[in-house]
Nanobody, 117 residues
Framework: QVHLVESGGGLVQPGGSVRLSCACS????????MTWYRQVPGKQREAVAS???????IYANFVKGRFTLNRDNIENTMDLQMNNLQPEDSAIYFC???????????WGQGTQVLVSS
């Protein structure tokens, strides 16, 4: 059974920074594609950044160089450093691991980021 646990969300002022972490455990499935998504109530969940087991990160256009995604393949963790946060970045951020061939995927419980003064 794959288990994903996110941490690191919270309240941050505009222009501030937050680091989100995702720990994957329980299965070699954790070596699959890992992605951070975010969702605002009433809107669709959107991909923020993703990274494969041995690949470089891919970022959504709205990241615009503000976020940095790293993956530790030994610890099966994925960290998202988010800088210059703006109110529109406020959302619940979810960690996802997915097998691109089968479509099988698992989600974490989410961690909330609120950007507000």
């Amino acid at each position: 059974q794959v288990h994903l646990v996110e941490s690191g969300g919270g309240l941050v002022q505009p222009g501030g920074s937050v680091r989100l972490s995702c720990a994957c455990s329980g299965s070699p499935f954790c070596m699959k594609l890992m992605t951070w998504y975010r969702q605002v109530p009433g809107k669709q969940r959107e991909a923020v950044a993703s990274i494969g087991f041995l690949s470089t990160p891919i970022y959504a256009n709205f990241v615009k160089g503000r976020f940095t995604l790293n993956r530790d393949n030994i610890e099966n963790t994925m960290d998202l450093q988010m800088n210059n946060l703006q109110p529109e970045d406020s959302a619940i951020y979810f960690c996802n691991v997915r097998d691109s061939r089968s479509g099988t995927e698992y989600w974490g419980q989410g961690t909330q980021v609120l950007v507000s003064s």
